[in-house]
Nanobody, 128 residues
Framework: VQLVQSGGGLVQPGGSLTLSCAAS????????IAWFRQAPGKEREGVSC????????????SVKGRFTISKDNSRDNAKNTVFLQMNSLKPEDTAVYYC??????????????????WGQGTQVTVSS
């Protein structure tokens, strides 16, 4: 699976950004895509996750109610795009954001980051 990220940049506190993760090369209808972030000097954090078949979504407590994960309903099962809409951004949201994908993910522990494919990362900076 290949993942190409887009979006990110500099935004003021309280602002919004949308990240995209274009995934290709799926060989199964059953997959999960998640967003992670890592700030300087901090451990990687699971932000949000979505499953392919039933659109179940998961969020970390730190972003719940502010971030929304979604996916396009592509008819091409080999290609999908997942979005992370980030609202009410805070300076503590500043980090490099990565999307990750895999099949047969242990969904109850998605936040641990056991995914086989990763995007290139994109910087999100929240600052006035």
């Amino acid at each position: 699976v290949q993942l190409v990220q887009s979006g990110g940049g500099l935004v003021q506190p309280g602002g919004s950004l949308t990240l995209s993760c274009a995934a290709s090369g799926f060989t199964s209808d059953y997959w999960a895509i998640a967003w992670f972030r890592q700030a300087p000097g901090k451990e990687r954090e699971g932000v949000s996750c979505i499953t392919s078949v039933d659109d179940r979504t998961y969020y970390s407590d730190s972003v719940k109610g502010r971030f929304t994960i979604s996916k396009d309903n592509s008819r091409d099962n080999a290609k999908n795009t997942v979005f992370l809409q980030m609202n009410s951004l805070k300076p503590e949201d500043t980090a490099v954001y990565y999307c990750a994908a895999d099949f047969q993910v242990a969904i109850d522990t998605w936040y641990l980051g056991d995914f086989g494919s990763w995007g290139q990362g994109t910087q999100v900076t929240v600052s006035s």
